[in-house]
Structure formats: structure tokens, C-alpha cells
């Protein structure tokens, strides 16, 4: 019998807490019994996703940035960059196959989801802002040509140089919406939710503070082609965000 198999209980809980684990897992693992937060995080990975949703997902999450890249790209004429306040202007005026892809046609979301990927593409190094001039970087150009997955980029970018921990904030305040019609959820808005969430790992933040970083979210989910947070792209997002919160 091999020494995996002679160790009990206890000591495959001792040695679970001494392997690598993020801020975040490390709060997971002194949840008290009976935790909200513990059901919520049970019920997401419970869901089950298919490859199928992935890939939807992936060309959900992409359409908007890829075309924020491509209208650089066109914009700039091959040129080394273009005013900012051009290419805010050009972001104004999406053409109507593009506003196809938006569940409801409210200008304020799509120009506040447009933000947020442009944000996006900033943080994840696939457009630099240089004074006032903005320009595809070499990533950028990549991106275009070869497309690599965007659900690790996206995660990067939200995650990257976090140090207010908002991408924490933000995962809770999607889990919370993402279960709001559940029988068992907490009552409240999921802003609401997520600060009593927070409140369990040691994190304190008022209402208003968490209902701003969860707009955030659902701006990339609105931009996307998600009419519900419970939507399967908005849902395969959050699962991945998850999941790469969790890594050591």
C-alpha cells in the first residue's frame, strides 16, 4: 500500500493548507460553516459548460475588441497613431452590423461597454496611449492577424496591477447577480450581496463602491451580446474569472 493511501482525513486536510493557494483561495479556506458565499461558489461550479460555450463565449468577448482594433488599424491608415479624441469620436458612431450584435440599443450602454473594452485593450497591452496619441501596439497587430483566446486576456487585464482588489470585488458582485433568482439567494440587490460576501473574507467596501465595479462587468457582458447575467457567455466569463482567481 502506497503512503498516499495510509494518510487519513486529517492529514490530507493539513496538507491541502500547506499547498499554494491565492489571497482569494486562502480566504475560501476559513469561510465558516454554513457560508452564503461557499453555496454560491458551490452552485458555479456546479454548472457545467461545454466546449461549445467556450467557443461561443471566445467570439462573444472578442467581436467588440477586435473591432476597437480594427478601427484603430483603419483609422490610423497605417499611420504610427491617431488623436485620441478622433478615435473617441470614430467609437461614437458604430456601424449598424456592429450595433447588431447588442442585445438592447441604449447609446449609453454601447458607448459605456466600448469604454470598458477600450480600457481593456489598454490594460492588456494590445493599444497604447502615447500623449495624446492612440496606436495599435505589436500585440495589438498580433491579435488581429493570429487571434489568440480572450478570456485569459481579459482576465489579465482586470486582474493585473490589482491592488485595491477590485477583481475580487468584481467576481463577487457577478456571482451574486448570477444566482440572484435563485430560492436560496440572500435578498438585496447583488451590490448588496457581494458586500456581505466581501464582509466574510475580511474585505470591507460600501455599496456604492462595489455597484460601480460590478457595472464594469456588466458592460463587457452587455457589449458582448448578453441580455442577462445569467446568459451563457456572461456565465462561462465568470466561471473563468473564477477559476484564475483561484490560481496560486
Not at 87 to 104: I, M, Q, Y
Not at 142 to 153: A, E, G
Amino acid at each position: 500500500m502506497s503512503s498516499v493511501e495510509n494518510i487519513d482525513e486529517t492529514q490530507l486536510l493539513a496538507l491541502a493548507t500547506q499547498l499554494p493557494v491565492s489571497q482569494l483561495g486562502d480566504q475560501l479556506l476559513h469561510l465558516q460553516p454554513g457560508s452564503k458565499l461557499g453555496l454560491y461558489l458551490l452552485e458555479l461550479s456546479n454548472l457545467p459548460v461545454s466546449s461549445e460555450q467556450v467557443e461561443v463565449a471566445e467570439v462573444d468577448l472578442s467581436r467588440p475588441l477586435n473591432w476597437i482594433l480594427e478601427g484603430l488599424r483603419v483609422e490610423s491608415c497605417g499611420n504610427c497613431g491617431i488623436d485620441l479624441s478622433e478615435f473617441e469620436a470614430a467609437l461614437a458612431h458604430p456601424d449598424e452590423e456592429f450595433l447588431s450584435f447588442f442585445p438592447v440599443q441604449d447609446q449609453e450602454r454601447i458607448q459605456d461597454s466600448l469604454r470598458s473594452y477600450f480600457t481593456l485593450a489598454v490594460k492588456s497591452g494590445m493599444v497604447t496611449i502615447a500623449g495624446n496619441q492612440v496606436m495599435l501596439s505589436l500585440m495589438g497587430i498580433r491579435q488581429l492577424r493570429s487571434p489568440q483566446p480572450v478570456l485569459p486576456l481579459m482576465a489579465f487585464a482586470l486582474s493585473d496591477c490589482d491592488n485595491e482588489g477590485a477583481f475580487q470585488r468584481m467576481i463577487m458582485g457577478a456571482l451574486a447577480q448570477a444566482f440572484a433568482g435563485a430560492e436560496w439567494a440572500l435578498p438585496g440587490e447583488p451590490a448588496g450581496v457581494a458586500v456581505e460576501f466581501l464582509a466574510e473574507m475580511g474585505d470591507e467596501v460600501d455599496v456604492e463602491t462595489e455597484a460601480r465595479i460590478l457595472r464594469i462587468f456588466n458592460e463587457l457582458i452587455y457589449g458582448a451580446g448578453c441580455g442577462s447575467p445569467t446568459d451563457d457567455t456572461a456565465m462561462v466569463l465568470l466561471q473563468y474569472l473564477v477559476s484564475e482567481a483561484l490560481q496560486p
